[in-house]
């Protein structure tokens, strides 16, 4: 049974198996002692199959929702439907990197988060927090959770936000990969910016990429791209283009398409989550099945993306974005 104040709803239909499910759920989320984790709807395609809402916190940066656990729920199942459409928007433009589905997608804004993760084909898992300070322990709990129901129906667990792998050592910036006897060159960034930008800003941007993560970085202000560095030609990253029918000046062509493309995606997002969110985004991660792309809004109409391609490194890419993110803030 869920522990009291964490009653579930099931907006549709509540099938043996469907509270079975549930339960699971909240067991493995932590029933009554949830740690920041706020309300959750397990969705099918758009349609919600059932939420867990929880008791208002007064210790959270809470929204001021409709009073009563089934209204919020009903705010963050519709929420949760419109944020499905806008994700699946994004699938050609996520399709044509051959970097697999999108499986996890963080949303942050100044007063918590939004998380909605890939469970299976066509199944995902709604998540929210109103506490600041706790995004990324409740970004992991949510992780764990979903391989729990991954593994609950014989599914192998996924590296989501690189959670599995996270915390093994560095090995530093542009090292000289371990290619045998052989010595080969380490590549220079590649990179190009607006005549009008100074070399401080390029330096910045090139100093944050490492092969262990960053690999591209993106700097726009008023929606053009000012500055841009990558070491997508670096030989340590020669084994994430193994199996791509098209080179590193494609990707590179289709991450400055959906650089161009986000500022339009966060302001729909910014609509669809104005009811929960608490302000506008100031960070997205779309959390694809190798590596990730991110956004990260900056004062006076900027902001950056990265993308790092290695799964295992999506922790300390964002970490590394997040960084870059402070030092250009004042700029």
Known sequence: MS??????IYPEKETPEIRELATRLDELLGAGDAGGVGHVVFFDGQLPVFAIPVAPDPAATALTLPPG?????????RTGRQLYHLLTALEP??????????????????????FFYLVDTGVYLYGTTAHPD???????????AVNGIRELVHLQRLNYGSFLTSGRPSTGRLPTPPYGTAVLPSREPDGERDPGEDTATELLLRAS???????????????????????????????????????RDSRRAQYHTIGHLLPSVVRRLNSTLSAVAGGHLLRLV??????????????DKRFLVGVTLDQERVEDADVALARLGRALGAG
């Not at 522990?3 to 579930?8: K, Q």
């Not at 779309?286 to 004062?299: K, R």
């Open 3 to 8: 522990a009291p104040g964490r009653h579930i």
């Open 69 to 77: 656990d089934g209204d919020a729920a009903a705010v963050h199942m």
């Open 93 to 114: 433009e996520l399709t044509a990197l051959r970097s697999g589905p999108l499986i996890r997608t963080v949303l942050r804004s100044p007063a918590g988060a939004v």
């Open 134 to 144: 706790h995004i990324d322990a409740v970004d992991r709990r949510l992780a764990a």
């Open 209 to 247: 990429l490492a092969p262990d993560g960053l690999h591209y970085v993106a700097y726009y202000r008023d929606n053009r791209l000012a500055a841009r560095q990558d070491i997508l030609d670096h030989p340590a990253l020669t084994p994430f283009f193994a199996l791509a029918t098209t080179g």
């Open 286 to 299: 779309l959390d694809v099945e190798q590596g990730a792309i991110s956004y990260h809004a900056l004062p």
